[in-house]
């Protein structure tokens, strides 16, 4: 069946360094999703992305979807402490599944 | 509007209880469904329904029943919990059945001994 895949499961930065959190599918999605979680909160979209080779951006976030629809990307520029949380991918193709998350902690 | 609410927010239950679990929105959405985090494995849907009356299985739907009597409520029932069935719910609702935003309750945190 079909499986997302997302790394790194944490990451640690000084407050000010860039961030990255990569995801991939063993199939080719029809979208991606991306979602934000606080600890000890739920889940908070953030953005969806449906064309091949598709960039948005939201401020310091930068989201890229692969040309094969199988990968994607999130990117956050100078991070803030404002940003701690895990980011979680979500692959649409006949259902929604979410990658494993990525941990983001920053020291201040 | 309150969004996405569910209710408890914690329960504590003993091996071979049943429970339900409580899923309310107020926006009209079509699609609903419910979602089970456990650590370093994401969220997986358990249950999901496109509309009232309609419901079907997601990736893990074993030890888990739902219904779709209305638009607004969708609750997911435990028949005999489990240890495993340990988890933070999170119930999910969407406009559309196609894939769009879809707003997450606060969570019911589920502890079963």
């Known amino acids: 069946g079909q499986q997302v895949m997302q790394i790194p499961q944490y990451q640690h930065v000084q407050e000010g360094e860039d961030f990255t959190t990569y995801c991939n599918s063993s199939t080719t999605l029809s979208n991606i999703q991306w979602y934000k979680q606080r600890p000890g909160g739920h889940p908070v979209f953030l953005i969806q992305l449906v064309k091949s080779g598709e960039v948005k951006k939201q401020k310091r976030l930068t989201f890229q979807f692969g040309e094969a629809k199988k990968n994607s990307s999130l990117h956050i520029t100078a991070t803030q402490t404002t940003d701690v949380g895990t980011y979680f991918c979500?692959?649409?193709?006949?259902?929604?599944?979410f990658g494993a998350g990525t941990r983001l902690t920053v020291k201040p | 509007n309150a969004g996405v609410t569910q209710t408890p927010k914690f329960q504590v239950l003993k091996t071979g209880q049943s429970m339900t679990l409580q899923c309310a929105q107020d926006?009209?959405?079509?699609?609903m469904s419910w979602y089970r985090q456990d650590p370093g494995m994401g969220l997986r849907l358990i249950h999901y329904s496109v509309g009232a009356g309609i419901t079907d299985q997601g990736e893990v739907p074993n030890g888990y029943n739902v219904s779709r009597s209305t638009t607004e409520d969708f609750p997911l029932r435990l028949l005999s919990a489990a240890p495993s069935q340990t988890s933070v719910y999170f119930c999910?609702?969407?406009?559309?059945?196609?894939?769009?935003?879809?707003?997450f309750g606060p969570g019911t945190r589920l502890l079963v001994l």
């Open positions: 979500a692959g649409h193709n006949n259902d929604m599944r």
């Open positions: 926006m009209n959405h079509e699609y």
């Open positions: 999910a609702s969407s406009a559309t059945a196609r894939p769009e935003t879809q707003y």
